[in-house]
């Protein structure tokens, strides 16, 4: 729990400074855009340089945007839900990327699920960031059973389970940290951005892993929340 509560500090710090610099950044990067392009239509050499330069600056202007859409602060809108329902259309969503990489999504739901209360758009935003780092953790493809049963007390836990590439032990502390990312064209943000939501729903974000052989999260969330 202490260490659970050390990182959810960082975190919170870390993605305050974060977001303030992530902001002023854009100006620099919208004029330095300008030059280059300028540069580039005086040129007449070296066009493969300004090519890469402006592709180099437009990535890092992704990367800024990106984090600011997720770190902008949001109107919350707390309500009891069916954990079916969202599953229903998390899945749906899921499937099209999961298709196109042979990767076969399998439920098993426990009979008697009770309802979350919960933010319905941001609990759906972790459940596809979790699905969606286990779609692209196993390039080759396979299964994804996700498993929703009762927890203890009156919680809920839900276990997303792939047969990816898995995680080195060292990194799994890793998770959940801004830009921590080992994809070439990762950003780093999906796990800080869930590990952020499903605190604020006074819940916690478990993983364990094997390398090769695969990694599970598990999210746990109780069922009624006491705040
Ligand atoms: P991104 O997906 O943009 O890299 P995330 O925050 O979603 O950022 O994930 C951070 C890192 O955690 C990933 O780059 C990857 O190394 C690791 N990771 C997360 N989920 C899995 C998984 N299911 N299997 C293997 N590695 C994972
Ligand atoms: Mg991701």
Same mark, same amino acid.
């Given at each position: 729990?202490? %260490?659970?509560?050390?990182?959810?500090?960082?975190?919170?710090?870390?993605?305050? +400074?974060?977001?303030?610099?992530?902001?002023?950044?854009?100006?620099?990067?919208?004029?330095?855009?300008?030059?280059?392009? +300028?540069?580039?239509? %005086?040129?007449?050499?070296?066009?493969?340089?300004? %090519?890469?330069?402006?592709?180099?600056?437009?990535?890092?202007?992704?990367?800024?945007?990106?984090? +600011?859409?997720?770190?902008?602060?949001?109107?919350?809108?707390?309500?009891?839900?069916?954990?079916h329902a969202i599953f229903k259309n998390v899945i749906a969503i899921a499937e099209t990327q999961a298709i196109m990489n042979n990767v076969q999504i399998i439920t098993d739901f426990d009979p008697d699920i009770p309802a979350i209360y919960c933010e319905e758009n941001q609990l759906k935003q972790v459940f596809l960031n979790i699905l969606k780092n286990a779609i692209e953790a196993m390039p080759k493809g396979g299964d994804i059973r996700i498993e929703v049963k009762r927890g203890k007390a009156d919680g809920v836990s839900i276990r997303f389970m792939d047969e990816g590439c898995g995680i080195d032990p060292d990194r799994i502390r890793k998770l959940g940290e801004p830009f921590y990312s080992t994809k070439e064209k990762g950003t780093g943000?999906?796990?800080?951005?869930?590990?952020?939501?499903?605190?604020?729903?006074?819940?916690?974000?478990?993983?364990?892993? %094997?390398?090769?052989?695969?990694?599970t999260v598990e999210v746990r969330l109780p069922s009624v929340m006491t705040k």
């Open positions: 729990a202490e %260490e659970m509560l050390r990182k959810s500090d960082r975190l919170s710090i870390a993605g305050q +400074l974060a977001a303030g610099v992530a902001h002023e950044i854009r100006n620099p990067l919208a004029s330095l855009s300008g030059f280059v392009q +300028l540069l580039q239509k %005086e040129a007449t050499t070296n066009q493969h340089y300004y %090519e890469i330069m402006l592709s180099e600056l437009n990535r890092i202007n992704f990367i800024v945007s990106e984090f +600011l859409r997720v770190a902008k602060p949001q109107v919350l809108h707390f309500e009891s839900k069916d954990l943000l999906g796990l800080m951005v869930s590990y952020k939501i499903i605190e604020a729903h006074q819940g916690c974000i478990h993983v364990t892993s %094997e390398l090769e052989k695969g990694t």
